[in-house]
């Protein structure tokens, strides 16, 4: 596609709950990048990957949270037994590997209620 | 449709150079401008301008924002090679942050 694709674009989940959020990057892309942003605060850093090495996940907050990318492409972030802090935007980028088409997609808003 | 946009998308100097980036949004319900770096793979925050006018600096870099003509910029002086990065603008409402492309400054020794 043209852009970062990401979906859901929200979600309401009960606390306790498991969520997977999706992130289709710009085709030819290696680089992706997940990050959280709540509203007043600057982005987190979560995970990134990059072509076929091995993710750096030093942004993950705890062991709830967990992502994948498959064949180098879609990405899915899921996020096991939801908590209320958890409630954030989830933004996914991605990227050419030297950084250059740097581009975000529009998020997922979860709330976990 | 809410949109920010910056300017240039590419940008080449060499160092000691002066430069301005340029970030210009429509938002409904602005509340807060942010400029990152982004290296590597984590945005390093710079700056959040809430205010029109009131310059914002630290070192070689600063940033004023003008809620009329709904534009930001950031200015980095002498700049050097570390300097190299993706600079993103973002833009706050009630709900949301929307992203700018970024600007890629190369800073060639």
């Known amino acids: 596609g043209a852009g970062v694709s990401q979906s859901p674009s929200n979600k309401v989940t009960e606390k306790g709950k498991d969520v997977e959020l999706r992130c289709d990057p710009i085709s030819g892309h290696t680089a992706l990048y997940w990050y959280r942003q709540s509203l007043g605060q600057g982005l987190e850093f979560l995970i990134y990957?990059?072509?076929?090495?091995?993710?750096?996940k030093s942004g993950l907050p705890s062991d709830r949270f967990s992502a994948e990318r498959t064949g180098g492409s879609v990405s899915t972030l899921t996020i096991q037994r939801t908590q209320q802090e958890d409630s954030a935007v989830y933004l996914c980028?991605?990227?050419?590997?030297?950084?250059?088409?740097?581009?975000f997609g529009s998020g997922t808003r979860l709330t976990v209620v | 449709e809410d949109k920010v946009v910056q300017s240039p998308l590419s940008l080449v100097v060499h160092e000691g150079d002066t430069v301005t980036l340029n970030c210009s949004y429509e938002v409904t319900n602005f509340r807060s401008l942010l400029w990152y770096k982004q290296e590597k793979k984590a945005p390093t925050f710079l700056f959040m301008l809430?205010?029109?006018?009131i310059e914002k600096k630290s070192g070689r870099l600063s940033s004023i924002l003008d809620k009329k003509e709904l534009f930001s910029i950031l200015n980095i002086t002498a700049t050097q090679t570390g300097d190299s990065a993706i600079y993103l603008c973002?833009?706050?409402?009630?709900?949301?942050?929307?992203f700018g492309a970024g600007t890629r400054l190369t800073v060639k020794p």
């Open positions: 990957f990059q072509g076929n090495s091995a993710p750096d």
């Open positions: 809430t205010s029109s006018g």
């Open positions: 980028a991605s990227s050419l590997r030297d950084g250059y088409g740097y581009t």
């Open positions: 973002a833009v706050e409402d009630n709900n949301d942050m929307r």
